[in-house]
């Protein structure tokens, strides 16, 4: 029956269509027959399985003249709420999409553009308003949106606005619009914190599940590689280009980095451009524009706009740094696999970033192995680099150290930490002055061995099991 067993009018079954669509997905199979009888919805499921067009088409089929909810003139009647501007073009463009042959009008509001515009477009009237809360509320405080007639509200992921801290805005703006309302919430993880904005919002509301909330989708294949941090973007470099990639989401955990590695992608001869949240509108539309077109074979990309992002056929997802929090990671690797689709999902594991690949295999229960990238060794200095970093173990507490260093026949020297950091630097010396001369002591980092014995050499690191008993590097 597909998309007609909901009562949806025939216009949106003929937009349903006209946007390629014949066979709803398990969460709109569960979402939009208790939304197009008017309850209040909370839905749970995994990014990447069609929760848009879940709560989309339920507001249009509302809207639509003739359904029962009374024309607003030219005041909105539809309000969603999304975390991010890429997300809130998304959902509008959804909206015209499927509602293609109504004659419903729709705005999208979100920071980084012109008030002025956003203005004229609310004074010529709108029936929906999709909006990011800060900008929201910029237009609320000065008067140049009218939120009286909501009839309708969406939280589209919900547990990312938390995560950005717009819980407060978000509850400015409800408590702006009529209590009377059918209200959605609609979100990737279900928290605590969203059980109890929900309990706060929502009326006797229908839970609707899909999928177990903290796996990955089953089309997604997880890879996960070795890396010290100097050397992940050669890595990157031999992985585009031994397996051939053509659509590929890179994620960093920061803007600079996500710049830095776009401008060795470029200089290294690979078309790439960078998305996050210090680069202009234009400039995030213009690089997602070429990278849907295939302009650009990589997309770089900051988690703040990780759930922005909804290309078509993405094969491959690479996370370049492992992000703090496993949920970021579901979200992240579910940009491909879309659909149905299958999708590869790469992981650049540097030493230091254990304690996070720990997190995100206790948050899906399952455990990881960690291999040598086929055909790649990094180069001398960095394979060094990694084996000083010897430090974490795989819980991400710090492993037992000799505190002793040789000094002389008899003589231990004081203890004296060494520490790394990811950015590679060397640890403060150890700044003693030479009795005789007054000057500075060269560092010797060197644990030096008994009179007689080879010194042992650092060997490479190859791979990493989190099967393993001992829990630790193999081959080092």
């Known amino acids: 029956m597909g998309f007609t067993k909901f009562g949806l009018s025939d216009h949106i079954i003929k937009g349903i269509g006209a946007a390629g669509y014949t066979v709803p997905t398990p969460i709109q199979s569960l979402a939009i027959a208790p939304a197009v009888a008017g309850k209040d919805v909370i839905a749970c499921a995994q990014t990447g399985t069609g929760k848009t067009a879940a709560f989309v088409l339920p507001i249009l089929h509302h809207l639509a003249p003739g359904n029962g909810t009374p024309a607003g003139g030219k005041i909105p009647r539809a309000l969603v709420l999304t975390p991010t501007r890429e997300l809130c073009q998304q959902v509008q463009l959804s909206a015209v999409k499927y509602g293609k042959f109504l004659s419903l009008r729709s705005v999208s509001i979100y920071g980084g553009a012109g008030m002025d515009q956003q203005v004229k477009a609310l004074r010529r009237g709108t029936d929906i308003v999709v909006a990011t809360p800060g900008r929201l509320l910029d237009h609320m405080q000065r008067r140049t949106v009218d939120l009286s007639g909501i009839r309708i509200l969406v939280l589209d992921e919900a547990d990312r606005m938390l995560d950005m801290g717009f819980i407060n805005d978000v509850k400015k703006i409800i408590a702006a619009i009529p209590s009377k309302r059918q209200t959605m919430l609609f979100s990737a993880t279900i928290s605590p914190d969203i059980k109890s904005l929900a309990s706060n919002i929502l009326h006797d509301p229908q839970t609707v599940q899909v999928g177990e909330r903290r796996n990955p989708a089953e089309t997604i294949v997880q890879h996960f590689y070795s890396a010290p941090q100097g050397s992940k973007i050669d890595l990157l470099v031999h992985a585009l280009e031994a397996e051939r990639m053509q659509s590929v989401l890179v994620f960093s955990r920061t803007k600079h980095g996500a710049d830095k590695i776009s401008r060795r992608l470029e200089r290294t001869g690979i078309a790439s451009a960078a998305i996050h949240s210090n680069r202009t509108q234009s400039q995030r539309e213009k690089a997602l524009e070429g990278f849907k077109e295939g302009k650009f074979r990589v997309l770089v990309a900051t988690d703040i706009a990780a759930r922005g992002i909804d290309v078509s056929g993405i094969s491959h997802v690479v996370n370049y740094d492992i992000p703090q929090y496993p949920e970021d990671y579901i979200h992240r690797i579910g940009r491909t696999g879309r659909a149905g689709a299958s999708g590869d999902a790469i992981t ?129």
């Open 348 to 476: 650049f594991v540097a030493r230091e970033e254990l304690q996070y690949l720990t997190r995100i295999e206790k948050f899906v229960g399952k455990r990881y192995v960690v291999n040598a990238y086929p055909g790649f060794t990094a180069a001398p200095h960095q394979e060094h680099a990694a084996a000083h970093d010897s430090s974490t173990h795989r819980s991400g507490r710090p492993a037992p150290r000799n505190d002793q260093r040789h000094t002389g026949p008899g003589r231990n020297a004081p203890h004296q930490e060494n520490r790394h950091t990811q950015s590679g630097r060397t640890a403060p010396r150890n700044d003693k002055r030479n009795p005789q001369s007054g000057r500075v002591a060269p560092r010797n980092d060197r644990r030096q061995t008994q009179p007689g014995r080879k010194k042992e050499e650092h060997k490479k690191m190859d791979s990493y099991s989190s099967d393993s008993s001992s829990a630790g590097w193999s081959n080092y």
